[in-house]
């Protein structure tokens, strides 16, 4: 391989997986259960995978790889179990990707018994599932389990940052919101909502209204709402637009209200009422004023 070509391990599925290289390259068997935490990544690196044990890595659909996605029974029998026995077009070796999805069956996850028991010496059969799947005990015996593992959450902001040009502090964000899992903060990174106010209704709600009464003092439980908020908008359009000062108001009017003893769900929904307002001003494209309104 040379230096240009990208490696599978430089994919966003498998970055962080190189526990899975050894096992792969020896070929420990010819038969593999690949899970993960989401049964979408458990299939994007089963496939990955396949391709580099049938010797196609830098193909984008090699001839020699087939991909099976919630197969029926009539599929299973008639395509993976026939087609395995298919010798492979172009190289020494041919993999087989089933991708089950949480939707397998156990009597057509027997149809691969006899398959995983005596595979061809050139097949290599990749079976991905989520890690809440649960196979049957006679066909996990079988299969050579290859675990995908989240990140760390500093190794997986780094990869953000340096690999896929993310800002720190979205990368931060990203790392903690995906728990560990490359695909999922590049899901997040490309999500652009119309809206912005529903996620941070919820944050608001989930930190205010529900979780203050349980979660120490309420200035402080204030503050972090704050914070929360600064996090979300600082440096753009709304921010610039007069939000975090009038936030910052509303929050300090909210903190003076609960000293107090003002009711507390009073003034919180209160709080929430007047930050929707003016988040409501900001998508329509007004400034806010300057003035601050009056409680």
Known sequence: MSDSEPSIWDQPALVGQGHLRRPLDRCVGHSFWVSAARAEDASEAAWLLACRWAGHEHESWPADVARYRQPSIEVLRDDVVDGARLLPLAGARKAIVVELM?????????????????????????????ARTVLPKTLRSRLFPLRLRPL???????????RQG??????????????????????????????????????????????LAAAGPLADGIGELLEDLEREFAGTEADDRGFSRRARWHLGQARRHLARNANRKLVL??????????????????????GWPEW
Request: net charge negative; glycine share 6%; no cysteine.
């Open 102 to 130: 949480e939707m397998a069956r156990s009597d057509h996850l027997n149809t691969l018994l006899k398959l995983t028991e005596e595979p061809p010496d050139y097949l290599g059969l990749f079976i991905a599932t989520s």
């Open 166 to 211: 993310i800002l720190p502090q979205d990368a931060q964000r990203l790392a903690r919101q995906a728990e560990g899992w490359t695909t999922q903060a590049l899901a997040l990174s490309a999500a652009k909502p119309q809206s912005r106010w529903p996620a941070l209704q919820d944050t608001l709600r989930r930190g205010g209204v529900a979780g």
């Open 152 to 162: 760390p959450e500093d190794e997986l902001s780094t990869w953000l940052e340096q």
């Open 269 to 290: 929904d209160n709080l929430l009422t007047r930050l929707a307002s003016d988040l409501a001003k900001l998508e329509r494209g007004q400034r806010l004023s300057v």
